[in-house]
T-cell receptor, first 113, second 114 residues
Framework: DGGITQSPKYLFRKEGQNVTLSCEQN?????MYWYRQDPGQGLRLIYY???????QKGDIAEGYSVSREKKESFPLTVTSAQKNPTAFYLC????????????FGSGTRLTVV | GDSVTQMEGPVTLSEEAFLTINCTYT??????LFWYVQYPGEGLQLLLK?????DKGSNKGFEATYRKETTSFHLEKGSVQVSDSAVYFC?????????????FGTGTRLTVIP
């Protein structure tokens, strides 16, 4: 079955370290997205990509970086510049048809220790 | 700009009670509307959707009708179960801002007690 896979499910990082979250999809979706979710809050868009080798900043891109070298993959790096990185991170993908909606991964919970 | 306003939670109901979670939106053009559900520790799952005015989306006993005149997409279920306990997100996609970016509400936590 097709789907979107995020790994790892739990991740611990020391302050000052960069860390990369993986997101892979086999749905043949063109667009991919990264969201951040804090406890009791909604989703905030970090970055999105509509096509390979192209991506755009979302609402809270500072302290994050992404790449889109392959259609299937959209890794997110949380850099040491991100002042409050502890959160639940969700990756999603979609077709370009706006009526279809998104498919989400199961998320990565990042904790800074 | 585009936005979604959801009923604030948390909502606590007894099993078999009727559920309504209100959602209103602001958008240009003719957006598609969605309800997503998030179970504890998991990602979001698409629950239902509607793509044009007067459409009714339905799934697993949940329903929502796209009301253009009131710019609303309220989620309803006639008889909730303990297994419906989750966070529910209303969302819209207007297709105007590149790709088909979704605008999410803040989510409503539902707890159903036996």
């Amino acid at each position: 079955d097709g789907g979107i896979t995020q790994s790892p499910k739990y991740l611990f990082r020391k302050e000052g370290q960069n860390v990369t979250l993986s997101c892979e999809q086999n749905l043949n979706h063109d667009a991919m997205y990264w969201y951040r979710q804090d406890p009791g809050q909604g989703l905030r868009l970090i970055y999105y990509s509509q096509i390979v080798n192209d991506f755009q900043k979302g609402d809270i891109a500072e302290g994050y970086s992404v790449s889109r070298e392959k259609k299937e993959s959209f890794p997110l790096t949380v850099t040491s510049a991100q002042k409050n990185p502890t959160a639940f991170y969700l990756c999603a993908s979609s077709k370009t048809d706006r009526a279809v909606g998104y498919t989400f991964g199961s998320g990565t919970r990042l904790t800074v220790v | 700009g585009d936005s979604v306003t959801q009923m604030e939670g948390p909502v606590t109901l007894s099993e078999e009670a009727f559920l309504t979670i209100n959602c209103t939106y602001t958008a240009t053009g003719y957006p598609s509307l969605f309800w997503y559900v998030q179970y504890p520790g998991e990602g979001l799952q698409l629950l239902l959707k509607a793509t044009k005015a007067d459409d009714k989306g339905s799934n697993k006993g949940f329903e929502a009708t796209y009301r253009k005149e009131t710019t609303s997409f309220h989620l309803e279920k006639g008889s909730v179960q303990v297994s419906d306990s989750a966070v529910y997100f209303c969302a819209l996609s207007d297709g105007q801002t590149g790709a088909n970016n979704l605008f999410f509400g803040t989510g409503t936590r539902l707890t159903v007690i036996p």
